[in-house]
């Protein structure tokens, strides 16, 4: 079984602030992919990130960088400089061996200008 | 990326008929694919995954013989609501899951959105 936690429902932020979106999964295989999605107010989902369960390596993308620590099941989200661009529902996500994927129950962000 | 359409985008329809959503990828084939519901303010729900060629897998709570999902071929894909009520009302999305190998990126259509009267 999979479970994914994003205990943010709703966050809100000025413009140019840096937010941070939560996320801790459950899973009992020992190789799955995590991912975050946004979904804007038209309802179309854009996929942002995946990570396998083996690569812990963090990265940076532009204004967005993620935060995946394996011992404490989360895989948080951060967008620096927020825009108001940036307001929509984010989802994380999880597959595992059974290609199924388990969202959260989103975060919606507002950047407030 | 992967490009997946969905048809209609969205359908307004009276209690009782029944409606039909088309998925197709358009530039990749896929063997497995994914319908899921989304009730406003809520998550994105799984309701069957499918292969080509072989009957849908419901999840627990998913009548299957109310969302009628038929995977003719590895390019298309349809979900039909049969009898639908006002409760069927929701925003309905495909995804398809490319080949076999591993990453486990599904690619989503656009969604359509379902209102039953």
């Known amino acids: 079984a999979q479970k994914v936690t994003q205990a943010q429902t709703e966050i809100s932020v000025v413009e140019k602030e840096d937010v941070t979106l939560d996320c801790v999964y459950e899973t009992r295989d020992t190789t799955y992919y995590l991912f975050w999605y946004k979904q804007p107010p038209s309802g179309e989902l854009v996929f942002l990130i995946r990570?396998?369960?083996?690569?812990?390596q963090n990265e940076i993308s532009g204004r967005y960088s993620w935060n995946f620590q394996k011992s404490t099941s989360s895989f948080n989200f951060t967008i620096t400089a927020s825009q108001v661009v940036d307001s929509a529902v984010y989802f994380c996500g999880v597959s595992g061996s059974a290609r199924q994927l388990t969202f959260g129950s989103g975060t919606q962000l507002t950047v407030l200008p | 990326g992967a490009v997946v359409s969905q048809h209609p985008s969205w359908v307004i329809c009276k209690s009782g008929t029944s409606v039909k959503i088309e998925c197709r990828s358009l530039?990749?084939?896929?063997?497995?694919m994914f319908w899921y519901r989304q009730f406003p303010k809520q998550s994105l729900m799984l309701m069957a995954t499918?292969?080509?060629?072989?009957?849908?897998?419901?999840e627990q709570g998913v009548e299957k013989d109310k969302f009628l999902i038929n995977h003719a071929s590895l390019t298309l894909s349809t979900l039909t609501v049969t009898s639908a009520h006002p409760e069927d009302s929701s925003f309905y999305i495909c995804s398809y899951l490319p080949g076999t190998g591993g990453k486990n990126e599904q690619f989503f259509g656009p969604g359509t959105r379902l209102t039953v009267l």
């Open positions: 530039d990749f084939q896929a063997t497995t």
């Open positions: 990570r396998n369960s083996f690569d812990e």
């Open positions: 499918s292969n080509e060629g072989s009957k849908a897998t419901y």
